[in-house]
């Protein structure tokens, strides 16, 4: 199957003068023109030093369209994703700000949301968060006022220029809303109820967990009919067939078959490993790319190899 667009919710143009405008094109104006997105992560730092995550950005320039700046990843505490989103569209960097329930409440998120927006973000993710307790703050109490699909409600409401409580606001901000999907779900069915859930909430873009065969793919949009909201794909590149083998043993939803592993071991130990991992991932994109709008490709320590991945799959040059 080949994933059909309709027009998105909201207006994907920017007012005149906005914070972004200096962004030829926005990921919301690429995904109607039909072209092939990419986006990737930045995990910002326990401290107010980003010269590791400005590189890494600047490296991937005209490879990825816009990157995910992750909140306080694996409850480990960083500085706020909001801040250094409005540094990275300072250097023409787009930036996809995400907002977990974890932390805050219901006033929170909304205000966060309102903030990032006045700063110039537009993209958000919504997702749960990891526990605290597996962070290093541990006793820090965990909130979760909201789950995923009620926060794609609030920022939808956010974008109709009222808050959740229904009252208005003193402008209204320009979003670009997306969530999170697992089409390997180990209960497939409970994982399309959610996702319909999270479109029906506002979700226009999706991004999912890694992803290694086509027909997961093409089984999990099937069930869902995301009618025109834009899946990327997740793209995690192998490292070794230790790496798959603890990503099949130890994340849910994610499947390397063993064709795959067997690909990995037939290299481990050589200099081929880093070869093969690029080529099984550019394979990947290659089998899914006419499926999705895009992929996601989370580098994990392998940010540097992320041009040659995609060069490899032909969706850059």
Known sequence: MRLTFCPLRHSTRLPTGSAESTLMNTVADKIIAREFVVTSELTPPKGVDLTDVFAKAEALKGYVDAFNVTDSHRARMAIAPAAVARLLLDRNIEPIVQITARDRNRIAIQADILGAAAL?????????GDPPANGDHPDAKP????????????????????????????GTPILFLGATANPGAVDLQAEVLNTRRKIDAGAQFLQTQAVYERATVEKFLDAVKPDGVA??????PLKSSKMGAWLNANVPGIRVPDALLEEMHSVAGTDGEIAKGIDIAARTIREIAKLCAGVHVMGL????????????AGVRR
Do not use: C
């Open 301 to 312: 320590g392998w940010e540097g190899h992320i041009p040659a991945i995609l060069e490899a």
């Open 120 to 128: 110039g973000a537009r993209n958000f993710v919504f997702m749960a």
């Open 231 to 236: 899946i990327l794909a997740g793209i995690i």
């Open 143 to 170: 909130v979760f006022d909201l789950n995923s699909n009620q926060m794609l409600r609030a920022g939808h409401e956010l974008a109709q220029g009222r808050d959740m409580a229904g009252n208005p606001l003193r």
